[in-house]
């Protein structure tokens, strides 16, 4: 089944203590992307890939770090977390053949900074 | 700057109403792609409808309908007679093609829907 996983789904943690999440897809997609939504202001990127070893900042990278090291997997990295990145986190994945294929996107993160 | 409005916040209809959620989005691009989401109590993301800006048909799918009016950069979202199943947050989305585009969906605010029994 083509799929976006994420892992975790739920997580609570402290502020300053480093975390991943983790993303992988399962469809040879060159794009990757994370985004996260927060009320009111819907889903922002955070950072995207357009392959392997490349990526660049989205709207609001100011916090995290990515890297993509294998085409399949697409971590997001919190070194130290804060309060204010309590938000649900959305991974998405696309072919770049056909500029018009909707992103696929994960179940979703749901993080909470205390 | 690309940008998508929903203005609608939050609506509230008793079942087998007829819903209508507005979308308007700003962008200089002359291609464009423009993406109906909905996310159910649950919380995944589920695509609805693509719509590329050269094509300006209505498209109807079930009791779901959009009408797409590049004359007033919009892409409003009907649903005909309204079920509680359909209570969820829609989200508008736009995505440029041109140069400087990064690929990524500019997402309007959400609407919640609420559709009462």
């Known amino acids: 089944e083509a799929q976006v996983t994420q892992n975790p789904r739920y997580l609570i943690t402290v502020t300053g203590k480093k975390l991943t999440v983790t993303c992988s897809q399962n469809?040879?997609?060159?794009?990757m992307s994370w985004y996260r939504q927060d009320p009111g202001l819907g889903l922002r990127q955070i950072y995207y890939?357009?392959?392997?070893?490349?990526?660049d900042k989205g709207d609001v990278p100011e916090g995290y770090k990515v890297s993509r090291k294998e085409k399949r997997n697409f971590p997001l990295i919190l070194e130290s977390p804060s309060p204010n990145q309590t938000s649900l986190y959305f991974c998405?994945?696309?072919?770049?053949?056909?500029?018009?294929?909707?992103?696929?996107f994960g179940p979703g993160t749901r993080l909470t900074v205390l | 700057a690309q940008k998508v409005t929903q203005a609608q916040t939050e609506i509230s209809v008793v079942e087998k109403e007829d819903v209508t959620l507005d979308c308007v989005y700003e962008?200089?691009?002359?291609?464009?792609?423009l993406f109906w989401y909905k996310q159910p109590p649950s919380g995944e993301l589920v695509f609805l409808i693509r719509?590329?800006?050269?094509?300006?048909q209505n498209e109807i799918s079930g009791r779901y309908s959009w009408n797409f009016q590049k004359s007033t950069s919009s892409f409003n979202f009907t649903i005909t007679a309204s079920q509680v199943v359909d209570s969820a947050v829609y989200f508008c989305?736009?995505?440029?093609f041109g140069s400087g585009n990064t690929g990524k969906l500019i997402f309007g605010q959400g609407t919640t829907l609420q559709v009462k029994p």
């Open positions: 998405a994945s696309r072919t770049t053949g056909i500029s018009y294929n909707e992103q696929f």
């Open positions: 469809m040879n997609h060159e794009y």
């Open positions: 890939s357009m392959n392997v070893e490349v990526t």
């Open positions: 962008t200089r691009d002359t291609t464009y792609y």
């Open positions: 719509r590329n800006s050269f094509d300006e």
């Open positions: 989305a736009l995505r440029g």
